[in-house]
Every structure is written in structure tokens, then in C-alpha cells.
């Protein structure tokens, strides 16, 4: 009898535990998405008269204008957007979710204006240019993911429009190799970057559940596979960040964040290819194969860093973020086993205790990084206090942690 009470009373005590837990990390992720709330205003603010305008049309012709981070139209805020979505939907508050809607409606109500002066003078440094004038992935990918998503919630014509532009510049009009896959016109001609396998996939897989059609699922599934053919280092158990087709050779790092962009593409497929998909479990094992691969660099803190093989660069908040959530993801939805947990766990650890600051802000982002041949820009790069690189996975990652815990609790 005594030893089924000692049961009873350290179970009790795991599940308090566990449940204190949750609630301090609900804490922390909550903090960073309310800075978020708490530090944007939806104007516009003139760069040299430091006035600030609730609307485009305000603007005269010849004040030029920019936004805050978190208002401006790239593939962060749509990384940031679909975060924002996926906290509204896990703590069951609107606030969170009214922030995507109101980014993405400000957008659409404001570029006009705009859209006649990047005409006019050839400038494409005005806000909202990516609207009119997609470029390249970076322009239309994770903010038409984003966009689809929030069309689950509201419609507009302005979202279709949107989305229907970002399916044929990705399916029609963005450079491909003669198999296909996804490159860049520059720096160097037809050059493949990892980084846009996250600029293509999410939208492409929710692309496929939106129509119906089986197109965008199968380009989505054979952009992973081609680019681990071409990106792959079987030997270090990473991605390139770079390869370049005129000289048939890969670039020199493998950096944190591509790595990141690449494991959080395969979990955004998962998400929403059908169970019965020919290649669903192909992309498993790929998927489960990179976790195992980036799972031996992870740092006695927790965290990864900058360039993943080399313990003397820093340690990077934004893709320690990406592979905790994929990690954690990939746990709860029971496409690999739970006893890859740990690796997520204290990469979660990590981040709280090293990197998110007691305001909600977070440490040690990389800013934006274009691919180059020497190991020495990576080391270079510099980082930011909440750049917009970091703060939608770190949202992401600890809501994923949230429902791990919960997961291994049950299961005490």
C-alpha cells in the first residue's frame, strides 16, 4: 500500500511539474508575440520629416516613407503571420490572428500609391513593391503562405488575386533547372539556394489543399528531393547553403538558418500532403535523416550555431528555433520517434534561458545573409535584437514544446 501512495504521489508530482512548465513557457511565448503587438503601428513614417501617415494616399509625392519591421511585406512576415495564426489558434485568442489579417489588409489597402512611383522612377525600394513586382521566391512564397491561411479565416479578392500571382510566378515564370527545380537568376547565373526550398514548399503544399490539384503537391515533393540531391553533404550529415550550376560545386557553409529554412519546409509539406501520397514517406525519411544530422552539432547549451560545424562561430537563435519546432512537430504528429524529444527540449531550454530576454525580445538573430564563397562572411554576419528572421519560429517552436510536453505527460 505504501509503495502504490510513493506511485501515486510522484506522478502527481511529474504531472504538477510538467503542467508548471507549460505554463512558464505559455508565459515566454506569449511575451513575444505581445512585444510584437505592443511595438507595431500600422503608418507610415517619413524618413527625414519624421512624420508619421495612417495612409498612403496622405503621402505626398515627394516624402519618402518606410515602415516598422513588422508591418513591412517580405517572407519574414509571412513566417511571422502564420506563427501569429498558429498561437491564436493553440491559446484560442483572436488578438494574435487579428494581428496577421490587419498586416496583410494594411498591405493590400495602402500599395497603390506606390505601385505608380516604383513605375515612374524605376525604384523598387517602396514599401509593398512585391505586390506588383514579384522578383524572385523571397517576393511571394511565405507571404502567400501566409495569405492562404488567412483566407481560411476571411476572404477577399485581393487574397485570391495575391495567391493566384504567387502560383504562376512559382510554377510558371521562377527560374528552374531542366529537371525542374527551383533557382535564382543571381548573384550567379541559375544558382540554387536552400533557403528557397521554404520560399516555395509551404505555399506549394498548401497551394495543393486549397485546389485539389495534385501538381502542386508533386512539384512541392520533388523540390525536396532534388535539393537534397543537389545540396546534401552525405559526409557532414548538413546542407550547403548554395550551389552553383556553371561550376557544378556547392558554396562553402553550411549555414544555421538554410538549414533551418530546408528542415521547416519538409515539416510545412507534411503538414498538408495526403497520408497516401506516393512520396509522403520519402519525405519522412529525408526529413528524419536531416534531425539526426544537425541533432550531433547541437551545443552543450542547447542552441546551434551560425555555421553548424564550427563551434567557434555564435550561437544562433533563429535556426536553433526552426529545428525545435520541426523536431517537436515531427514528435506530435507521429512521423518520427518520440526519442528524438530531448533534442528538442533543451534546444527549447536553451533559448529561454540564453536567448529570449525578459521583455519578449530575442538575442542573437542573424540578419538577412546572401550566399558568398568565403567562410569568413558567415563568421561576419552580424546579428539583431528581434530581427524578423527569428521571432516567428521562436513563437512556433515553443507552442510545438507546449504540445510535446503535454504529449510525453499523458503518456507518464
Not at 526550398?197 to 485546389?211: D, H, I, N, Q
Request: with cysteine.
Amino acid at each position: 500500500m505504501k509503495h502504490l501512495i510513493f506511485i501515486c504521489i510522484s506522478l502527481a508530482v511529474m504531472y504538477t511539474a510538467n503542467a508548471q512548465s507549460i505554463n512558464n513557457d505559455e508565459a515566454i511565448v506569449r511575451k513575444v508575440a505581445d512585444y510584437v503587438l505592443d511595438h507595431t503601428e500600422f503608418a507610415f513614417e517619413g524618413y527625414y520629416n519624421g512624420k508619421t501617415y495612417a495612409n498612403s494616399k496622405d503621402i505626398p509625392d515627394t516624402v519618402k516613407v518606410k515602415l516598422s519591421p513588422f508591418v513591412n511585406w517580405g517572407y519574414p512576415n509571412g513566417v511571422l503571420n502564420m506563427a501569429m495564426l498558429n498561437l491564436s489558434a493553440y491559446l484560442k485568442e483572436l488578438k494574435y490572428a487579428n494581428f496577421a489579417i490587419q498586416h496583410i489588409d494594411f498591405g493590400f489597402a495602402n500599395y497603390k500609391p506606390f505601385e505608380e512611383r516604383n513605375r515612374l522612377s524605376q525604384n523598387l525600394h517602396y514599401p509593398f513593391r512585391q505586390i506588383t513586382t514579384i522578383k524572385e521566391l523571397d517576393d511571394c512564397g511565405a507571404i502567400g503562405a501566409s495569405i492562404i491561411e488567412i483566407s481560411n479565416q476571411k476572404k477577399a479578392t485581393a487574397y485570391r488575386e495575391f495567391i493566384d500571382k504567387t502560383a504562376k510566378h512559382i510554377t510558371e515564370v521562377q527560374e528552374r533547372l531542366p529537371d525542374g527545380t527551383l533557382v535564382r537568376s543571381g548573384p550567379y547565373l541559375m544558382t540554387l539556394w536552400a533557403d528557397d526550398l521554404y520560399m516555395s514548399v509551404p505555399f506549394l503544399a498548401r497551394m495543393g489543399k486549397l485546389t485539389g490539384d495534385a501538381k502542386y503537391y508533386n512539384d512541392a515533393v520533388k523540390q525536396v528531393l532534388n535539393f537534397t540531391k543537389y545540396l546534401w553533404n552525405d559526409n557532414k550529415q548538413l546542407y550547403y547553403h548554395c550551389y552553383y550550376t556553371d561550376m557544378q560545386r556547392n558554396g562553402v557553409a553550411h549555414w544555421g538558418r538554410c538549414n533551418g529554412w530546408v528542415m521547416l519546409a519538409q515539416v510545412h509539406l507534411l503538414n498538408f500532403l495526403p497520408v497516401n501520397h506516393p512520396q509522403r514517406s520519402a519525405i519522412i525519411a529525408n526529413l528524419d535523416r536531416q534531425i539526426v544530422g544537425v541533432a550531433k552539432y547541437q551545443s552543450p547549451e542547447g542552441l546551434w550555431h551560425q555555421v553548424l560545424d564550427r563551434t567557434d562561430s555564435y550561437l544562433e537563435s533563429s535556426c536553433t528555433a526552426m529545428f525545435v519546432y520541426s523536431i517537436a512537430r515531427a514528435i506530435n504528429e507521429g512521423w518520427i520517434d518520440k526519442r528524438y524529444a530531448s533534442i528538442a527540449l533543451s534546444g527549447w531550454e536553451g533559448l529561454k534561458s540564453l536567448k529570449i530576454m525578459p521583455d519578449g525580445q530575442i538575442k542573437d538573430i542573424c540578419v538577412g545573409t546572401g550566399i558568398q564563397n568565403d567562410m569568413v562572411f558567415y563568421y561576419q554576419r552580424p546579428t539583431v535584437t528581434n530581427d524578423m528572421h527569428g521571432i516567428g519560429p521562436v513563437i512556433d517552436a515553443g507552442i510545438e514544446v507546449m504540445r510535446l510536453k503535454t504529449m510525453l505527460g499523458n503518456k507518464k
